[in-house]
């Protein structure tokens, strides 16, 4: 089972798709539906569950 995490950042594009920025530091690649692209470039909370090493599928997302 997937574990469940929660991360505040900065939404971003990059060449591999949408990305998160922490605020504490480091990145987590995302796997998001189609209306985070809205978010981009905006400070976000994400509930998600880990995927991969970098990897999250993004349950909920919610500017901050």
């Known amino acids: 089972m ?3 995490v929660t ?3 900065l939404l971003l594009r990059s060449e ?3 990305v ?3 605020d504490d ?3 987590w690649q995302l796997d998001a539906p189609r209306r ?3 978010l981009v470039g905006r400070r976000v909370r994400i509930a ?8 999250l ?3 909920d997302m919610t500017p901050c």
């Open 48 to 55: 998600a569950r880990r995927i991969g090493f970098d990897r």
């Open 2 to 4: 997937a574990r469940r």
């Open 16 to 18: 591999t798709g949408l």
């Open 57 to 59: 599928s993004v349950e």
């Open 25 to 27: 530091g480091g990145t």
């Open 36 to 38: 985070a692209e809205a």
């Open 7 to 9: 991360e505040t950042g």
């Open 20 to 22: 998160l920025r922490r």
